[in-house]
C-alpha cells in the first residue's frame, strides 16, 4: 500500500511558476512509477508527465512538453513538478499517482493503482 500527499499548489498569475511536490509512505519508493495527471471542472482527468522508478524513462503530454519538468528524490520519497509559464489552461487539481511494484513510466490512468487527494493549481489571466 501506498499513501501520496500532494502540496504546493496555489494561486498564480500567468507566465509564473509553482513546484508541486507529491511525498509517498513507504520504503520502496524507487520501484514505483510515478506520474502526475489533472483534472479541470466537467473535463476528464489527463495525464501530464510520467517517470519511472530510477527516473530513466521520462514521458510528458504535448500540453506539457517545453514547459514542465517532472523529476523524482527516491532518498526523500519525493516526485516533483516544476511548472514554468503557467497558462489559464493549466487551472486545474493535480493528482501525483504511483503504479504498482515494478511500473514504468506510463501516460494512462488504468496504468496506476495509488492516487493522492490531489492539489488546486489556479492561473490568472
Known amino acids: 500500500q501506498v499513501r501520496l500527499v500532494e502540496s504546493g499548489g496555489g494561486l498564480v498569475q500567468t507566465g509564473n511558476s509553482l513546484r508541486l511536490s507529491c511525498t509517498a509512505s513507504?520504503?520502496?519508493?524507487?520501484?514505483?512509477?510515478m506520474a502526475w495527471f489533472r483534472q479541470s471542472p466537467g473535463k476528464e482527468r489527463e495525464f501530464v508527465a510520467a517517470?519511472?522508478?530510477?527516473?530513466?524513462?521520462?514521458t510528458y503530454a504535448d500540453s506539457a512538453k517545453g514547459r514542465f519538468t517532472i523529476s523524482r528524490d527516491n532518498a526523500k520519497n519525493t516526485l516533483y513538478l516544476q511548472m514554468n509559464s503557467l497558462k489559464p489552461e493549466d487551472t486545474a487539481v493535480y493528482y501525483c499517482?504511483?503504479?504498482?511494484?515494478?511500473?514504468?513510466?506510463?501516460?494512462?490512468?488504468?496504468?496506476?493503482?495509488?492516487w493522492g487527494q490531489g492539489t488546486q493549481v489556479t492561473v490568472s489571466s
Open positions: 513507504g520504503r520502496t519508493f524507487s520501484r514505483y512509477g
Open positions: 499517482a504511483a503504479t504498482p511494484p515494478g511500473g514504468g513510466a506510463g501516460m494512462t490512468r488504468h496504468y496506476y493503482e495509488y
Open positions: 517517470i519511472s522508478g530510477l527516473g530513466v524513462s521520462i
